[in-house]
């Protein structure tokens, strides 16, 4: 697989076989994940004398929404790129535009990924003792993080 | 009948609303680069300021990156946790 900035300000990602896009594919499973709720989460953070309560009930569900969004806009650009491909060798392009959308969509797959295995700051994270399982999701989680360094640096500053 | 006199007395209040902090939290998962960047994009400010605010969430696990009237720091926080942001807002001392 290789990404790289393209002349228009937006991203490229070169999927090789369909071991990559079951790679690509990961991010929409791991951003799915059931129990994760992120806006209900960081809704959680407000405090009652804050007005925890009405934002509960008009910030959360709005926020919801929108990052359902982000999945759902990553999904049709992946799928659609597979489809096009055969899952065989094909190419995602992601216009400068869809920068900050794919950037939410694998920071919620990341925030899953941590919030399921809680490896804290990746420096310290040992892999000799590593379940293969969380191996695995430990480097789908740097694999993300390095499409998102490339998002930032090259698509969205 | 006596002739009587209303005296009419003007007293001015002046209610100064607390101020409001709004506060970005540490997370393992947000990069710090997208911080600086989403304060940047958030509150305009410079990149020497937005990076100080964002040490300082990095080193002492929050900062408050703005101080005012309340619903503008509703507006900040519902706009920094549309970025993934952990934020919240608490009044100011």
Known sequence: MKVAPTLEGGLRIDAEDLGDWEILHAILHDARRGDADLAGNLGALISEEAGAEDWRDFVVPDLREEFGDQISKVARDIEGAMEQSGGEAGSIWISKADGFIWYGALNQARLAIEDLHHFGPSEDVSMEDLHPARRSAFFRSQFYLAIQSMLLDHVMR | ?93
């Open chain 2, 1 to 93: 009948m006596a002739d009587t006199d209303t005296l009419t007395q003007t007293r001015e209040e002046v209610a100064t609303a607390s101020p409001w902090n709004v506060l970005v939290h540490d997370d393992p998962v947000n990069l710090m680069g997208y911080v600086t960047f989403v304060l940047m994009k958030i509150f305009g400010y410079d990149e020497k300021k937005a990076t100080i605010l964002m040490m300082q969430v990095h080193k002492a696990g929050r900062s408050v990156v703005w101080s005012g009237e309340k619903e503008k720091a509703e507006f900040y926080v519902q706009q920094l946790q549309a970025h993934q942001l952990k934020s919240s807002l608490e009044k100011a001392e």
